[in-house]
């Protein structure tokens, strides 16, 4: 089946300082990746996405590449702010099914001023 | 432009008390519907999915229903709550087909004492 692998966290880091958080997967088929972001009290909100091989999804400074040949989809920012601090959910979707995607479980993220 | 209400917003609740949460979907048509639950500290659970009027699945066993009246309209339902059904419910939308990106709901938060 699919499965989805991330670094629960929390991540802590100071403002301006360079993120990446891991993302890895399993996944029949070729899936489509996303990363999803959620703030204090919210709903998820889709951050990027990526349909094929070597695609990049960006997005408010966010930027992640899909490598099949390492099943992986990890989320950089080059200078992350305060406002960054949320938790952020990978996840994929394959095999036409609609039981919809499958979420990984999400990464605590810390921005310290 | 798509949107996704729910409601309430919060709601606290008396173990054995029923419950009923709605979702509706505004500026698309037959889409398809989910429910998520959020425990403290956690990922995502599905709950249930529904592809069409009437069509509900269920991937948890519970003691939850789930329901869809109209095809913009989805409900969930308890008619005993459970300590354990405390969490942050959330409400999801896609199009289906090869389109797997979902749109959440700002969610309910529900504490049952």
């Known amino acids: 089946g699919n499965s989805v692998t991330q670094m629960e966290g929390p991540v802590t880091l100071s403002e301006e300082a360079f993120l990446t958080i891991n993302c890895t997967y399993t996944a029949t088929g070729y899936p489509s990746l996303f990363w999803y972001v959620q703030y204090p009290g919210e709903g998820l909100q889709l951050l990027l996405k990526a349909t094929k091989a070597d695609d990049k999804g960006s997005n408010k400074g966010f930027e992640a590449t899909y490598r099949k040949e390492t099943t992986s989809f990890h989320l950089e920012k080059g200078s992350v702010q305060v406002s960054d601090s949320a938790v952020y959910f990978c996840?994929?979707?394959?095999?036409?099914?609609?039981?919809?995607?499958?979420f990984g479980k999400g990464t605590h993220l810390i921005i310290q001023p | 432009s798509q949107t996704i209400h729910q409601w309430p917003a919060t709601l606290v609740q008396p173990v054995g008390s029923p419950l009923s949460l709605e979702c509706t979907v505004e500026?698309?048509?037959?889409?398809?519907l989910y429910w998520y639950r959020q425990a403290a500290g956690r990922g995502l659970q599905l709950l249930f999915y529904?592809?069409?009027?009437?069509?509900i699945s269920s991937e948890v066993p519970q003691n939850l229903s789930a329901s869809r009246p109209q095809d913009r309209q989805f409900i969930l339902s308890s008619k005993k709550l459970l300590l354990s059904d405390s969490g942050f419910y959330l409400c999801?939308?896609?199009?289906?087909?090869?389109?797997?990106?979902?749109?959440f709901g700002p969610g309910t938060r529900l504490t049952v004492t």
């Open positions: 999801a939308w896609s199009n289906g087909g090869s389109s797997y990106e979902q749109y």
């Open positions: 529904s592809v069409g009027i009437g069509q």
């Open positions: 500026g698309t048509s037959n889409p398809n």
């Open positions: 996840a994929l979707g394959s095999g036409g099914g609609a039981d919809g995607l499958t």
